[in-house]
């Protein structure tokens, strides 16, 4: 409630509704005087974040360690005690992709890919001599003849190389020499090939920070996509119970992502320390945080829907089974956008 002087006039300045009271009824607006000075500003700043800190505190309470209280609670009205959920998801999500993308840096990244042309050559030249002084470095107990060694290193060459073509120009003359025979997806896929060769300047490393770049900064958008998605196979899961709606699931699987940006967060922080201080032991606490997340959500599952034990477990697998195949086809899907974006 603000300080303000009360307006005598009894129209709204927001809406121009009549105010019987203090508020308008209509859209909620305080029937005040426009003019506030700079310290009722600044005082009502502090009050607004102290208001929302006492919400998301206590609501985060409830959150933990009371798995499906707050979703049970939005279902039933109950939503002027507690910090609305979309408004608590976007703070924790931003808190933790800030904080995992300040941990992890995808331009650390180097692979070891394939082998310049000199040293290509220079393996193909072996004597036999050399090259069985060459294999007895290696730790691959696969390879024992240099004809095994040009064949894996020919496949990983194959496999990492951003593209065998030198341009567009030498691709499309292959093809129309008849010296290949691409079909249409194989066709765009080479083309891509080539155009990323050119971009990187056929630096394989760069191309994959970039690829690891670009995937990894569209992971909140995933991770908000699959939300949606969650709540209809939940729906699909209680089609029976009528009273939960397809918001109501949605609210549960709002919770769900919270409290797992929470575990997320806590394990980024144990790895954190175990780089520190080198304490094994410590890895025993993110295998806690892991298994606290599945006892959590079926613990959530059970009081948010209300059913028994053996109901429960089996909607639990099947829920989690279903989750694992569409966070699946989400990934690959977004790996091929951000290849084609990259």
């Known amino acids: 409630m603000s300080h303000l ?30 003019a506030e000075s700079a310290w009722h500003l600044t005082t009502h700043f502090f009050n607004d974040i102290t208001h929302f800190d006492g919400k998301f505190f206590s609501s985060l309470n409830y959150l933990i360690f ?15 005690s507690y910090l609305n959920p979309v408004r608590m998801y976007v703070f924790t999500s931003f ?31 072996m004597d036999s001599t050399q090259i069985n002084n060459y294999l007895a470095t290696l730790e691959d107990t696969s390879v024992h003849t240099k004809d095994q060694l040009i064949q894996k290193l020919s496949a990983r060459k194959k496999g990492f190389s951003i593209s065998s073509y030198r341009d567009k120009k030498e691709y499309d003359s292959l093809l129309a020499s008849g010296a290949i025979k691409d079909g249409w997806l ?16 056929g630096d394989s490393n760069k191309m994959l920070q970039a690829l690891l770049g670009s995937f990894s900064h569209r992971f909140p958008q995933m991770l908000f996509l699959s939300l949606p998605l969650f709540a209809f196979i939940s729906r699909l899961l209680y089609i029976r119970r009528k009273e939960f709606y397809y918001v ?8 769900l992502y919270i409290f797992t940006f929470i575990i997320l967060l806590a394990n980024i922080g144990v790895n954190s320390l175990i780089d ?59 790996l091929v956008f951000s290849y084609l974006k990259v």
């Open 95 to 125: 808190l933790f992709f800030l904080v995992f993308f300040s941990v992890y840096h995808v331009d650390e990244l180097h692979v070891d890919t394939n082998f310049d042309a000199k040293s290509w050559e220079a393996i193909r030249n």
């Open 66 to 80: 009371k798995p499906g209280f707050l979703s049970s609670e939005y279902k039933l009205g109950r939503r002027a």
């Open 276 to 334: 520190l201080t080198s304490w094994d032991w410590l890895n025993w606490v993110n295998g806690f945080l892991y298994i606290w997340l599945f006892v959590y959500q079926y613990k959530a599952m059970r009081n948010f829907y209300g059913q028994g034990r053996g109901k429960t477990i089996v909607k639990f697998i099947i829920l989690n089974i279903a989750l694992l195949f569409l966070m699946v086809f989400i990934f690959l899907g977004f």
């Open 5 to 34: 002087k009360e307006r005598k006039e009894k129209n709204c300045l927001n809406c121009n509704a009549v105010v019987e009271g203090k508020y308008c009824s209509i859209c909620g607006q305080e029937n005040i005087e426009p």
């Open 248 to 255: 109501s699931h949605g609210i549960f699987a709002i919770h």
């Open 186 to 201: 194989k066709k765009k896929w080479n083309y891509r090939q080539i155009a990323l060769k050119e971009k990187y300047n």
